[in-house]
């Protein structure tokens, strides 16, 4: 098929090191924030979100940062372990209530 | 694990043919979104639509159409293959107001032959 967009870009950490994964979004009138993790042949899974409000969330193993004045996100993995090595996509919530897509990172633990 | 579903997981079809790819959920949200995504590549949002007699079209141009005629049915549909169709082709939903983060389905892999 014909190719819709980028490459993406890969990240390699060894197991147990923290991997931080960037994305830069497009709209500065976007409000809500969120990552996703894809695994081969699955679709995305919701992984932290955060509104536009904040500067930083964290979860489990997970911290979202956000810098509205460059508009940047980045995700935080802390421990990685084997089962987080996927494709990791931000996405913005625009105007209109849809989601955008910003070009994903490949990340690849290794054991 | 959200109850959004897709079928079918994967399809191979001949140039030409009609296609409709199914999408389905049963958390009774009201938007729902199609987006295309290549392998190793970005996903890109082709159909959208907030609820039941709306459909929007997304960023990325598509041959497609689609239709909501019940709010847990967000079918698309090809009415003739072509090879450069071959994609994987990802189902979400989300709710109008509460938690507004998408639910994705499995995708579905088309190739056109």
């Known amino acids: 098929g014909e190719s819709v967009g980028l490459h993406l870009p890969t990240l390699s950490v060894q197991e147990g090191d923290n991997s931080i994964i960037n994305c830069a979004y497009s709209?500065?009138?976007?409000?809500?924030f969120i990552w996703y993790k894809q695994e081969s042949g699955k679709g995305p899974q919701f992984i932290i979100d955060?509104?536009?409000?904040?500067d930083k969330r964290q979860g489990q193993r997970v911290t979202v940062l956000l810098n509205k004045t460059v508009k940047h996100l980045s995700l935080q993995i802390a421990a990685t372990q084997p089962g987080d090595s996927a494709v990791y996509f931000c996405a913005e919530r625009g105007s209109g209530n849809q989601f955008y897509f910003g070009t994903g990172t490949s990340l690849t633990v290794i054991p | 694990e959200a109850d959004i579903y897709q079928t079918p997981r994967y399809l191979v079809i001949g140039t030409g043919k009609k296609i409709t790819l199914e999408c389905s959920q049963t958390m009774g949200h009201d938007k729902m979104y199609w987006y295309q995504q290549d392998p190793g590549m970005e996903l890109h949002l082709i159909h959208y639509?907030?609820?039941?007699?709306?459909?929007e079209k997304g960023d990325l141009s598509s041959e497609s159409t689609v239709s909501r005629i019940r709010t847990e049915h967000f079918p698309l549909t090809l009415e003739s293959a072509r090879p450069s169709h071959t994609s994987q082709y990802l189902c979400?939903?989300?709710?109008?107001?509460?938690?507004?983060?998408?639910?994705f389905g499995q995708g579905t892999r088309l190739t056109v032959v």
């Open positions: 979400a939903s989300s709710e109008q107001s509460g938690l507004p983060e998408a639910f």
């Open positions: 709209n500065s009138a976007s409000d809500y």
């Open positions: 955060i509104r536009s409000n904040m």
């Open positions: 639509s907030y609820g039941v007699n709306s459909t």
